[in-house]
């Protein structure tokens, strides 16, 4: 049969089937043998300190790395994923891979900030996250402080209040909370109060506007009301140096993009920290007068 033949045998389909359908059932195939082959990695993206150029932290983000050497985005099976929830199993294993790297790299002496890992809605309501998230910290050796964990509005506000409850008791564990792709979901002012966070990521579409004054506006804006709520501010998907210093003006404190660097391999980030400690590595601090 198909199934005992390999997931290539899912490309051949009648063609009458719709489309969609076929490459719906074909993703939702290939992550269940993904699943099974542990073809998922980790991948990692810097944080860096706006003025000092330091790393601060890291960005976990998933990769299905395919038998052939090719690399397959997070776009084009997370959101069939989070509808079969396949999402959940992913996210255990993306979880428990980046514990592990991350511990090692602090046995190593070549790290000692925090690793943020993206959370989906369906992980975020599992009934036993808390438990699951300390048995892969038990299991790593990983303790709880050095992982950030990295939610959207969507997810918060489809039941704040319950949402409220589940953050305070990840943060009571020591562990930290980012609201993800900030300004593009519904937010509320008055949920965001409330909700224990640590940082505000802005997201990419804020930082592309930077080059107009509606959108150093909005960025200010956004910034303005983080630190009023004594969030720290991450700008993701920061690519120009003159965002870097627009950014600096803003009064942002963390920027993550391809300006710094694209998310690399476990193994290439392993050597990028490496070149960092022997002091091999180029220094990205800005000039403070900009
Ligand atoms: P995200 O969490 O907002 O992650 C940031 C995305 O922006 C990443 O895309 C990153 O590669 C990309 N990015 C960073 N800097 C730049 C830049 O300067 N320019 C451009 N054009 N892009 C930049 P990626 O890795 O493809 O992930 C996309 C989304 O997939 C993530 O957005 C997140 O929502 C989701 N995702 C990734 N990994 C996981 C995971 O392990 N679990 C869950 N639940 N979702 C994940
Ligand atoms: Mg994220
Ligand atoms: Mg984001
Ligand atoms: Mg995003």
Not at 250 to 271: H, V
Request: aromatic share 10%; with cysteine.
């Amino acid at each position: 049969n198909a199934k005992s033949q390999g997931a290539n045998r899912f490309l051949f389909f009648n063609d009458a089937m719709n489309q969609l359908a076929v490459k719906r059932l074909q993703i939702e195939n290939l992550i269940r043998y993904g699943l099974k082959e542990d073809f998922f990695c980790v991948y990692y993206q810097p944080k860096l300190d706006i003025i000092t150029g330091q790393l601060v932290g890291m960005e976990a983000l998933v990769r299905f790395n395919t038998p052939k050497g090719g690399l397959i985005s997070p776009a084009s099976f997370i959101p069939i994923a989070e509808e079969t929830g396949q999402i959940i199993e992913i996210g255990e294993v993306v979880l428990r891979k980046a514990c592990q790297d991350v511990k090692r790299w602090i046995d190593q002496g070549l790290f000692d900030g925090r690793v943020a890992v993206n959370l989906s809605s369906r992980q975020f309501a599992l009934p036993f996250l808390c438990e699951q998230i300390d048995q892969i910290l038990q299991e790593t050796e990983l303790p709880s402080y050095h992982l950030e964990l990295e939610i959207t509005e969507g997810t918060v506000m489809q039941s704040p209040k319950l949402a409220i409850e589940t953050m305070k008791k990840l943060r009571a564990r020591g562990m930290h909370l980012a609201m993800d792709d900030f300004g593009t979901g519904y937010s509320s002012l008055a949920y965001l109060k409330q909700f224990p966070l640590n940082t505000l990521k802005i997201d990419k579409i804020f930082i592309d506007d930077l080059n107009t004054a509606r959108g150093r506006n909005m960025v200010d804006t956004i910034v303005t009301i983080a630190h009023n709520l004594n969030l720290t501010v991450v700008a993701e998907g920061v690519e120009q140096l003159e965002q870097v210093e627009m950014l600096h003006k803003l009064r942002c404190q963390i920027i993550q993009g391809y300006y710094y660097s694209k998310p690399i391999s476990a193994n290439d980030f392993s050597t990028f920290l490496q070149e960092i400690k022997q002091k091999r590595w180029q220094s990205f601090a800005i000039a403070t007068d900009v």
